[in-house]
């Protein structure tokens, strides 16, 4: 079938994107869905530093590729194999597809996928194929998902179905932005009730990761990012205090808001000084999180004499340690329930053929998670 596509033929950082248009949006021959494949119609995919890290070259991908990982849709074919699904059903994407055979998945890690990661590096789907075309020569998909197109064909574990009554735009965030952020309190970080948590870095992710130590009991988050408005919006979702990083006493400040520095810092700004802010704002004893992806040649130089004689811990998130069928459900149970409001966090809503305009918001650090909507 023939469909519309945002396609990143060459890497850029020239701003802004709506002059130098890095995605053009092109019309692709999408096949049918092979085995254990998904055709899938799309609802609503939202804008995100990890596609704009790909169109700058920050992560590389092999190209042409057609972009997009953050998504809702609803299953319009199913392939040969899949049983469970059927026409009509709203799924939400997962841009890391689990095989459920390789050592993390039977560990119950299915982030950590080793097939999943291999096939989304080279362009592929789960199986290693290739189902899109320009000019009959192949097009790549971006983490298995390709969602800034009105159709994809993903692989059948690269989508969780939705039961919950909930508007499709609004899933669509559960696919990154909530399952990274939010997993990374609940899972990666299993925040404690009562403790004290900072967060570094407010865009949609950061933002998931303050409610979810909210949702999880934390009595004291500490909101920090270099934009007035998005300290402002922090406050009124429950912060207990914010910090512009601007400000060279950033670090000190939060020390003396939480006596010592907090038992939990989250890096979501993906930059090596937010990092390095966040561990030294973290308490003796206590953790630094970064679900963060700054470019492959970024280090950072851990400070190895604190690390011991101050037992500090320091993790890496990747999908918030989810478990996205268990964990998806129960996310949007809790946003249902009032305990996530998500709908807060959301932008504006854009066609596709606004997709250059919405990462140049994106790239300026003040826009919410905006989104296209089909």
């Known amino acids: 079938m023939k469909i519309q596509a945002a396609v990143l033929r060459e890497t ?14 092109e019309e692709l021959d999408l096949d049918a869905p092979g085995p254990g494949e998904v055709l899938v119609r799309m609802r609503a995919a939202g804008l995100c530093h990890s596609d704009l890290s790909v169109i700058t070259g920050v992560r590389p991908r092999p190209v042409p590729m057609a972009l997009g990982h953050e998504a809702s849709g609803e299953v ?61 020569k192949p097009v790549n998909h971006h983490m ?5 197109a009105d159709h994809a064909v993903v692989s059948r574990r ?7 009554d909930i508007d499709p735009v609004e899933a669509a965030l559960f696919g990154c932005a909530v399952l990274t952020g939010v997993g990374a309190a609940v899972n990666t970080a299993e925040v404690k009730a009562g403790t004290t948590a900072a967060v570094l870095g407010l865009g949609g992710v950061g933002l998931c990761a303050m409610l979810g130590a909210l949702a999880s009991g934390a009595r004291e988050v500490i909101a920090v990012d270099l934009h007035d408005s998005k300290l402002a919006l922090a406050k009124s979702l429950g912060a207990t205090a914010t910090v512009n990083a601007r400000d060279p006493d950033a670090v000190e400040k939060v020390r003396a808001l939480t006596r010592g520095g907090v038992d939990y810092a989250f890096e979501m700004a993906g930059s090596v000084q937010a990092m390095e802010a966040a561990y030294r704002m973290t308490r003796r004893g206590g953790m630094t999180v ?27 998130s990747y999908i918030g340690s989810c478990v996205p069928l ?18 807060k966090l959301m932008g504006q809503r854009l066609a596709l053929s606004d997709i250059n305009s919405g990462f140049d918001r994106l790239a300026s650090g003040e826009g919410l998670r905006d989104l296209i909507v089909f």
């Open 326 to 343: 268990r964990d998806i459900p129960r996310y949007i149970g809790l946003y249902q329930s009032g305990r996530l409001p998500i709908d």
């Open 290 to 316: 970064t679900a963060g992806l700054p470019a492959p040649d970024q280090k950072w130089a851990l400070q190895q004499v604190s690390l011991v004689a101050e037992e500090r811990t320091v993790k890496g």
């Open 158 to 164: 690269s989508c969780v179905k939705v039961d919950a």
């Open 76 to 136: 319009v074919e199913v392939g040969a194999g899949v049983t469970d699904l059927r026409r009509g059903d709203l799924v939400v994407l997962v841009f890391v597809p689990s095989c459920g055979h390789c050592l993390p998945c039977m560990e119950g890690r299915p982030a950590l996928c080793e097939p999943g990661a291999e096939t989304n590096t080279k362009g592929q789907l789960l199986s290693g194929a290739l189902r899109l075309r320009a000019q009959n």
């Open 12 to 25: 850029t950082t020239v701003e802004p994107f709506a002059t130098s248009r890095p995605l053009r949006i």
């Open 144 to 148: 298995g998902v390709s969602a800034f």
